[in-house]
């Protein structure tokens, strides 16, 4: 009996360990999206005050996105200086607002990162290059995660990249779906934001960039 009884328990172990979702398969959804703060800066009251206060203004669907990163930026707390905003960008040929927002944790310091969370997002496969912190060239995207200052893709054509600032990190779940958590403050008040731009333009700051992307 006692033998049935361990083979017995041994089973729902199994099938427990099975069925929980800290197992499931494929990547964590990103945190955002589940509404909290995150487990390791729960702890901190102030920072959580902060998030819940933004959150609620998020929910209620009265607040731009200007508007939203002009008031974390005005926030006397130094905590504040901790929350990002994640846009949701639509393709470089629309040109229009990003498709939704919501809130992150992003640091003011740097560098500006892309995490690629699918295969093959560069020469075999999506064709994203990328420009490195560290270089004036133009490299092929590679994961799982790289340094950069921009983006490029061969089907955006010449003279379309997006810039990623240090204050930012842009991540890609599929060749089409992506979104940047970028710091708001930095945003705000330094003028570090993401964004889309020119490099054919030699008045910009980006007019040192490449033109083309790689082919």
């Not at 390791?40 to 959150?55: H, I």
Request: with cysteine; proline share 10%; aromatic share 12%.
């Amino acid at each position: 009996m006692r033998k049935i009884a361990f083979l017995f328990i041994s089973i729902l172990a199994i099938a427990f360990v099975i069925a929980s979702p800290a197992m499931a398969q494929g990547p964590e959804p990103p945190f955002q999206e589940k509404g909290v703060l995150p487990d390791t800066l729960l702890q901190d009251p102030e920072l959580g005050s902060l998030w819940k206060k933004y959150t609620r203004l998020l929910n209620s669907d009265k607040i731009s996105l200007n508007d939203l990163q002009n008031m974390i930026a005005s926030e006397k707390s130094e905590k504040a200086k901790l929350l990002g905003i994640v846009i949701r960008e639509p393709s470089p040929s629309a040109q229009a607002q990003p498709a939704g927002f919501s809130l992150c944790i992003r640091p003011i310091w740097g560098p500006g990162k892309v995490i690629w969370k699918f295969p093959n997002p560069g020469q075999n496969g999506a064709r994203y290059s990328v420009l490195p912190e560290t270089a004036s060239w133009l490299i092929w995207a590679q994961p799982p995660e790289q340094y950069i200052d921009g983006i490029y893709r061969a089907n955006w054509g010449s003279c379309v990249a997006y810039k990623i600032p240090d204050s930012a990190t842009a991540t890609f779940y599929s060749a089409d779906s992506w979104e940047v958590c970028y710091n708001a403050f930095a945003c705000a008040v330094l003028g570090h934001c993401p964004k889309w731009v020119n490099p054919c333009d030699n008045n910009s700051p980006e007019g040192s960039w490449p033109d083309h992307p790689l082919w």
